[in-house]
């Protein structure tokens, strides 16, 4: 498919502008040069090949309208489209941020009673929407950790975190000054709690803990951990990635989490990536509050304000007040639901990935074979053992059969990881489906290796170098 510069012809365009009906200005005059760009090599087409060129590249595109998605750790489940209505609504798009309080007291209600149902579904005291990702919350979260012990004025540097953690939390740890410990998992996939009570002194700011763990594991000494951590006055974080799977069902406030951050464009169903963007709220105790972001919505007298007057935050993490659209969407996805409909998804998101475990375990080892939550990992050694076959190969199979590829070689500590997450939103019709492809992928790779080592074949690009693409990226167009 030729590039939208390729199909470009001088004089070509989308629209015609009337002519200027004032003088000419002398721009170079005007500004002046040196703050004049050069010419930019725009593409010149009409509005047709406009239209046919990304419309084509669209159907090159892959997503949650179009098919299955079971991409471990990212939770793509569909997402409803009375959130889109929602979120387009002109009194929520038509607004600047700068618009006076009393003109937006509606928007202002959203966000503090979005602020309330989070507090209410999690456990924590009060919750922050100003984090613009999950990776934006984590920082803010151990920004919040660091000053409530610099208040204390204690210099804490250590944070802990579990060989299978997300790689976003050691980076957030690095970035607020923190030196990173790793802590290992026991055989059942769980906290190593002798290694935990060996590496927790009061040197240890927090532990960064995900539950259930990018395993798909439930942490079964969860209230163990937090007394252990609390005991040498460390506090306990939660990374709230994979919250999907227990919404409705259990509290991360009432099992010892100090902090937690969220993904709305995971949980609460609003959209990833290029649909997105996302939202990362950051909930914390009581013992945090006072070092919350601003500003902060305070209401008074039925009536709601920004406020900025709390001497111990930490300040501003973003300008203006987090991305508004979004939560629009994750407030409609809540109230549609209610708390019963909140715990049915949790449920269903569970049965999901356990009913895939039990059909796929007879064909692929299962490292930890124990009832999972939301998502399953499995193991590619089986193949590799067989006949050289790689989880890659498994995985770019899989995109011949339609479907997008689960996330692989995640978590680090799985040897030749497939992590699977379903979400609660697929039927059992579209599971068997799955399961029927990843089957017949894992006799193909038995009987036919070759079969799957080069696959894909039915895609518009075939096999790529991956290491050149990684070593050498030539990803910006330029003129010959």
Partial sequence: MELIFEISKSGRSTADIPAS???AVNVEHTIGSKYLRNELDLPEVAEIDLIRHYTNLSRRNFGVDLGFYPLGSCTMKYNPKVNENAALLSGF????PYVDEKSVQ?????IYEMQKYLCDIFGMAEFTLQPAAGAHGELTGVMMIKKYFERKGQKRRIVLIPDAAHGT??????????????????????VDIEHLQSLMTEDVAALM????NTLGLFERNIEKVAAIVHSKGGLLYGDGANANAFMGKTRPGDLGFDVIQLNLHKTFSTPHGGGGPGSGPVGVGKELVDFLPVPRIVKK??????SEKFPDTIGRVRSFYGNFNVIVKAYTYIRSLGAEGLKHATEMAVLNANYIKEKLKPYFDLPYDRICMHECVFS???QVAQNGVHTSDIAKKLIDYGYHPPTIYFPLIVHEAIMIEPTETESKETLDTFCDAMIAIAKEAKENPEGVKNAPVTTPVCRL???LAARKPDVCWKKQ
């Fill in 21 to 23: 009906d004032v003088p």
């Fill in 93 to 96: 798009t038509g607004l600047h």
């Fill in 106 to 110: 509606g928007n202002l209600q959203l």
């Fill in 169 to 190: 939390n050691p980076a957030s740890s690095a970035l607020c000054g923190f030196e990173v410990m790793e802590l290992r998992s026991n055989s059942e996939g769980g």
């Fill in 209 to 212: 803990l995900t539950n259930p």
């Fill in 301 to 306: 007298d039925d009536k709601y304000k920004w």
């Fill in 380 to 382: 590619g050694n089986r």
């Fill in 465 to 467: 170098d991956e290491v």
